[in-house]
């Protein structure tokens, strides 16, 4: 009997034992599925984060290319939003600018100023950009003398007597026409 008693303890205890085990890894499996889920929100945050985060990453690649683009852009702009056959109107017309340059684009061939056909070595001379140096020259003629001609000589005054996207028309005329 008591073999039994003592069978049936263990058995008991066993069984009990067991339980506790079963309970442990159950909570454990619990508690770890809980924190798989638990992670897997963070995870799933940091995915939609992670979107977000190669959107903003995306958006400063794409954002060289606009200033890429700004510095093309603003040149080509500067040639594109300037009207060319209104700066050749202008050139040969109201401002008089053919009667002292020639200018085979505009058909003109005044010589009391240099020709205006290949301004390139001038405006490196100056240390400018073609179209900055074309427009420094119509609004400041006196700041870049080309050799050889008068300063003071050519009105100093188109600043103020054209408007300003009618210089920027006459710019893109003067540079379109370039050899
Ligand atoms: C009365 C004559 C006269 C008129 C009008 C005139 N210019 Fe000039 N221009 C000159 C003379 C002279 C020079 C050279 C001296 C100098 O650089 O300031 C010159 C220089 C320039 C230059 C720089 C050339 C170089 O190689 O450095 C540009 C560009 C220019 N003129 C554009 C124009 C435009 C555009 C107009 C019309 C809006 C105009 N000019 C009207 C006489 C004139």
Redesign the pocket.
Known sequence: MIKVLVAGLIGTVAGVVAMIIVIVLAGTTTSGASSVGIGALPLSTAALSSGPASTPTSTPTSTPPPDTGGGSTGGSTGGASGNVDNGKT??TGS???G???ALAAAGTS?A???A?DD?AG?AGKAGEPLDAF?KS??VD??A???SG???G???TN?GTT?SASDIND?VAF?SSAQK
């Open positions: 202008i050139f401002a008089g600018c009667g002292c340059h005044g009391v100023g240099p205006l301004l001038d074309i020259s119509i003629p006196g870049f003398v080309a001609y008068p300063d000589v050519m009105p188109f054209l006459l003067i």
